[in-house]
């Protein structure tokens, strides 16, 4: 069965950091684009960041751009969203997911999900 379970949300001050983990098991996603989207309160979920198979190519959008950075490691079968510097904004239920397709930012390019973890970011 595959799976895709994250974890690492909680409750955090503005101006703090937080570390989401995505843990893939089921098979190898080696060969896939793992992305993070989020989902905040009232709101329609949107893309965050992607990285590409071998971990040498990201994208961000832009209101995370220079705070975020995703990484993985194919040997654990894991993706990673470092979160610096958050903002009330950034509240949100943060999902990941896994797709054919590189460098995906649309979710429908996405083939698995996890069912996400909650980021509150208190002001």
């Known amino acids: 069965q595959v799976q895709l379970v994250e974890s690492g949300g909680g409750l955090v001050q503005a101006g703090g950091s937080l570390r989401l983990s995505c843990a893939a098991s089921?098979?190898?996603?080696?060969?896939?684009?793992m992305g993070w989207f989020r989902q905040g309160p009232g709101k329609e979920r949107e893309f965050v960041a992607v990285?590409?198979?071998?971990?040498?190519?990201?994208k961000y959008a832009d209101s995370v751009k220079g705070r975020f950075t995703i990484s993985r490691d194919n040997a654990k079968n894991m993706v990673y969203l470092q979160m610096n510097s958050l903002k009330p904004d950034d509240t949100a239920v943060y999902y990941c997911?896994?797709?054919?397709?590189?460098?995906?930012?649309?979710?429908?390019?996405?083939?698995?999900w996890g069912q996400g973890t909650q980021v509150t970011v208190s002001s």
């Open positions: 997911a896994a797709g054919p397709i590189p460098l995906a930012i649309f979710q429908h390019s996405y083939k698995y």
């Open positions: 089921g098979r190898t996603f080696s060969r896939d684009g």
């Open positions: 990285i590409n198979w071998a971990g040498s190519m990201t």
